[in-house]
Structures are given as C-alpha cells and as structure tokens.
C-alpha cells in the first residue's frame, strides 16, 4: 500500500457467505484489524457485512450489491436509502478472477485506489 505498509486480506466460505480478516501493518506494527462477517439477504436483495475493527468500538455494517457484472458498490447501512448521497462509499471492480480494484469515495470524491491481485 506504500513504503512500509503492507494490507494482507484472507477471505474464506462460511456458509452462505463468507468471513475476512484485514490487516494493516506499517514498520510491523498493526495499524489496522477487523474480521467480517458477509451473506446475502434475499428480502432486500443485497450482500450485508458486519465487522469489528481494532480501533473503532461499533460495530460496522456496510451493505453492499451488484451495479453491473464486475463492479460491486458499498455503503454504510445509515446511508442505504439514498446511496448517491453517502458520504463514504466504496466500488470494487473485478478486472479478472486475480485482480480487484478498489476505490474510496469521501463526498463524491476518490480519496484511494488500490490494486489487489490474488496470492495462490
């Protein structure tokens, strides 16, 4: 993610959904740590995530669907009824079965991109 700062993600089924663990180290210190919780929820036709993070005592839940075949978008729960207006959002683009791309968006602008490509 930059000079000494290193993002690792692990992702796993769980059910119907899945579970991940985040890690942000910088000099290998943690700087960042939350585990997730993500299923689909039929009656409102969208993927729910619940996570706890190590600097944040809420509970996170973000709510994320499908805008076009590749391209996924993420809002906070709060903000669900009028995503256009959320101040923080996120859109993950799936460039092939090894690359994501994901961007953050504060106030209708992207503050971050980031590249990921699958470790196997």
Not at 28 to 51: A, N, P, R
Not at 79 to 95: G, H, I, M, Q, R
Not at 102 to 116: E, L, P, Q, R
Request: glycine content about 4%.
């Amino acid at each position: 993610m930059g000079k000494d700062t290193a993002f690792v993600m692990e992702i796993k089924s769980f059910y119907n959904g899945f579970e991940s663990y985040l890690k942000t180290e910088t000099k290998g210190k943690i700087v960042i740590e939350e585990k997730t919780i993500m299923g689909y929820d039929k009656k409102s036709d969208k993927l729910i995530e619940s996570g706890l993070m190590n600097s944040n005592p809420y509970i996170i839940t973000w709510v994320n669907w499908f805008s076009s075949s590749n391209k996924m978008e993420a809002v906070l729960l709060d903000d669900v009824s009028n995503p256009e207006k959320a101040n923080f959002k996120w859109t993950f683009e799936l460039k092939s079965p090894d690359l994501i791309v994901w961007s953050n968006i504060v106030n209708n602008k992207t503050t971050g991109i980031y590249t990921f490509h699958r470790e196997k």
